[in-house]
């Protein structure tokens, strides 16, 4: 995982829990107005956080912590999430994760698994108006329209 980020407390991001936020590098999306774009377009490899650096702090939160955020950038654009998250979930801990729902599939399978609690899914802006929005003028709407159909079913908070 490249995470670039963790904010080890939090009583907003997860409605109801006490939670830490992680942030990882990278995003599929160019949105202008992107409060993280130093995740997005200038990240530093040199800035990285370890995994075990994040293990080690959940280990030590135990009992403390109910839940782990985890933001971006767009988490499902890292290629190990389903075993970065299978990890903290052993550890006990809720997972709520933040996306843009450009990745229908892989949201779908960890939900479906059973590795995700809560999802957050940004959307930016009516669909007349979403490729300028993300940046990204011709963008193909379907997969936003399937993810925002997955969690609209119910199968997830």
Not at 99 to 106: A, D, E, F, K, P
Not at 142 to 156: H, P
């Given at each position: 995982?490249?995470?670039?980020?963790i904010?080890?407390?939090?009583?907003?991001d997860?409605p109801?829990k006490?939670?830490?936020?992680?942030f990882?590098?990278?995003c599929?999306?160019r949105?202008?107005?992107?409060?993280?774009a130093?995740?997005?377009?200038?990240?530093?490899?040199?800035?990285?956080?370890?995994?075990e650096e994040?293990?080690?702090?959940?280990?030590k939160?135990?009992?403390i912590?109910?839940?782990?955020?985890?933001?971006?950038?767009?988490?499902?654009?890292?290629?190990?999430?389903?075993?970065?998250?299978r990890?903290?979930?052993?550890?006990?801990?809720q997972v709520?994760l933040?996306?843009?729902?450009?990745?229908?599939?892989?949201l779908?399978?960890?939900?479906e698994?059973?590795?995700?609690?809560y999802?957050?899914?940004?959307?930016?802006?009516?669909?007349?108006?979403?490729?300028?929005t993300?940046?990204?003028?011709e963008y193909?709407?379907?997969?936003?329209?399937?993810?925002?159909?997955?969690?609209?079913?119910?199968?997830?908070?």
């Open positions: 995982m490249e995470i670039h980020g904010q080890k407390m939090t009583l907003l997860y109801e006490v939670a830490c936020t992680i990882t590098a990278r599929n999306f949105c202008p107005f992107c409060h993280n130093s995740l997005v377009t200038h990240v530093d490899a040199a800035a990285a956080i370890s995994e994040v293990f080690s702090f959940l280990a939160r135990q009992g912590l109910d839940g782990v955020c985890i933001t971006g950038g767009e988490p499902l654009l890292q290629p190990d999430i389903e075993e970065f998250i990890k903290v979930k052993e550890l006990g801990y709520k933040d996306t843009n729902g450009s990745n229908v599939l892989r779908r399978r960890l939900v698994q059973g590795l995700v609690d999802v957050a899914m940004d959307i930016k802006n009516a669909p007349d108006k979403y490729g300028t993300i940046g990204i003028e193909d709407m379907s997969n936003i329209f399937q993810s925002v159909d997955f969690l609209m079913s119910g199968d997830v908070p």
